[in-house]
C-alpha cells in the first residue's frame, strides 16, 4: 500500500492516478477528501501529525510534498510546521521507501525565496531511517496558469526573471510519472534532477503558451523587484511571501540555482506546447 500526499493536486494526483493503473492500494490524502478513482479518500490536515500518522501506518512506500500557500502570512515557517509533521509522521509510522518532491536549489541553504523551505525538508527527510529519493524539479508550466487573467487583459506577462535566463522548466505530470515509476520500482535514493525537455527563456516558452490560450501574441516585461512586489501585494500576497518570489528569481538569475548538467536521465518529454495543448483553455 501506498500513501499519497497531495492527491488531488497536479504532482499527487497524478502519482495517485498511475499508481492505481498499476494496482497498487493508494490512500489518497488531500485537504478536500475528494474522490480519487481507485484509491481511499484520506481527508485531513497536512500539519496534523497524529493524523498523517494514521495515513502513514501501514504503507509500503508515500509520496510526500510540502502544499504550497502563497496568501498566508509568514510562509516559511508554515512551510516548516508542514515539514516538520510529515517527517515525524513518518518516522512514527516507520515508512521504509520515501519519494519526496523537491526542487533545483535545495541543496542551497537560503537565499533562494521559496526553495529555501525544501533545503530545510531535504534536511528533515535525511533523519529518517528509510530508503528517500528527491526528485529536484525545474520551475512548472502550470505557474504560468496563476497569470492568465492578467495576460489577456493587458497582452503581456511581468516578472523580475531577465528575459535571457534560461530556465529548466517542467510539466507537472512529467513529475508525476517519475515519482509513480519510482514508487513502483523502489530502486532509486538519492537525489534526481528533472529538468524537462529543455531549457527556456521566459519569452520563449510564453511564445509557445499564448497561441495556444487564446492570445495572439503575449510579451514579456521585465519589471523592478519593488515594482513586482507591489504588484503581488495588490492581488493578496502577504510582503513576506511576495519579496520571496523576487528573491527566488533573483537566484534563478544570479546562477545560484541551478541544475547539476543536463543529462537523459534528468529530460523528460512534455514541452510548452504540448503541456498547453491539452489545457483545453480557449479564450
Known sequence: MITVLGATGNTGGRVAARLTEAGERVRAVSRSGRAVPGAEPWQGDAGDRDFLTRAFTGADAAYVLLPFDLFTPGYHAVQDRLGEAVTAALRAARVPYVVALSSLGAEVPAGTGYLTALHRQEQRLRTLDADVLFLRTGLFFESFLHGLDAMRAEGVHADTIDPATRLPMIA?????????????????????????????????????????????????????????????EQVGMPPDVAALHVEMNSAFDSGLVRSSGRTADATTPTTVAAWADGLGVTA
Do not use: F, N
Open 172 to 232: 507537472t505530470r512529467d513529475v508525476g510519472d517519475a515519482a509513480a515509476d519510482a514508487l513502483l520500482t523502489r530502486s532509486r535514493t538519492g537525489v534526481r534532477e528533472l529538468l524537462g525537455p529543455a531549457d527556456l527563456t521566459v519569452p520563449e516558452a510564453l511564445a509557445d503558451l499564448a497561441p495556444r490560450v487564446g492570445l495572439p501574441e503575449l510579451d514579456y516585461v521585465r519589471v523592478p523587484e519593488e515594482a513586482m512586489v507591489a504588484a503581488l
